[in-house]
């Protein structure tokens, strides 16, 4: 069954969607990805409002993106819910990122994770460009640059090493060949 395909509303639609046992489990209204998503957080307690960690950040970063950039996720929210979402982004995750950045390749201590930077980096270039030009945001931005960076020397190292590996590996084969002729003929085949 697909997550993002829905009933259109008749018995056909629905069993079509969700089988024949959708029709026999529909309990109550159905939720949208947001309200199930924003559930799941209040369970977890995952709320921003709390001290802020790598999960919280993950969670809000996951909300926020699924309001702003996924169109497709059902009812449209308050405006003044969209207004506190921006400020709580800009208020209080940015600046906990900035803070907590560790600048390592291992991606276990990062705040943030690089499908996460690169869909909010999209979207503040295209809707929030005072924030994506403001400090804390370019000090992100210029670590995952960096990181990009090192992976692409990193990739372009082991692709050398594997072919100077197969290089010598092909060298080695041909000198144990050349062992095993009869030297009676390798004598020959030098004068």
Same mark, same amino acid.
């Given at each position: 069954?697909?997550?993002?395909?829905?009933?259109?509303?008749?018995?056909?639609?629905?069993?079509?969607?969700?089988?024949? @046992?959708?029709?026999?489990?529909?309990?109550?209204? @159905?939720?949208?990805?947001?309200?199930?998503?924003?559930?799941?957080?209040?369970?977890?307690? @995952?709320?921003?409002?709390?001290?802020?960690?790598?999960?919280?950040?993950?969670?809000?970063?996951?909300?926020?993106?699924?309001?702003?950039?996924?169109?497709?996720?059902?009812?449209?929210?308050? =405006?003044?819910?969209?207004?506190?979402?921006?400020?709580?982004?800009?208020?209080?995750?940015? =600046?906990?990122?900035?803070?907590?950045?560790?600048?390592?390749?291992? #991606?276990?201590?990062?705040?943030?994770?690089?499908?996460?930077?690169?869909?909010?980096?999209?979207?503040?270039?295209?809707?929030?460009?005072?924030?994506?030009?403001?400090?804390?945001?370019? @000090?992100?931005?210029?670590?995952?640059?960096?990181? #990009?960076?090192?992976?692409?020397?990193?990739?372009?190292?082991?692709?050398?090493?594997?072919?100077?590996?197969?290089?010598?590996?092909?060298?080695?084969?041909?000198?144990?060949?050349?062992?095993?002729?009869? =030297?009676?003929?390798?004598?020959?085949?030098?004068?």
């Amino acid at each position: 069954m697909s997550e993002t395909r829905r009933p259109l509303g008749c018995l056909c639609s629905e069993v079509n969607v969700g089988g024949e @046992e959708g029709l026999r489990t529909r309990v109550g209204p @159905e939720r949208t990805p947001i309200e199930r998503h924003t559930m799941a957080m209040y369970a977890r307690r @995952e709320e921003a409002w709390r001290p802020l960690n790598k999960y919280r950040v993950a969670a809000f970063l996951r909300l926020f993106l699924m309001c702003f950039v996924d169109v497709e996720n059902g009812r449209q929210l308050h =405006p003044v819910t969209y207004k506190m979402l921006k400020r709580t982004l800009i208020t209080r995750i940015i =600046p906990f990122i900035c803070r907590r950045l560790v600048y390592t390749i291992d #991606e276990t201590f990062w705040i943030i994770s690089l499908l996460h930077f690169k869909e909010l980096d999209h979207y503040l270039i295209n809707h929030l460009p005072r924030v994506h030009a403001g400090q804390r945001w370019q @000090e992100i931005a210029y670590f995952f640059k960096e990181v #990009e960076k090192q992976r692409k020397v990193e990739e372009e190292e082991k692709e050398s090493s594997e072919e100077e590996e197969e290089e010598e590996d092909a060298g080695a084969m041909n000198y144990e060949q050349y062992r095993q002729i009869d =030297p009676y003929y390798r004598d020959r085949d030098i004068c």
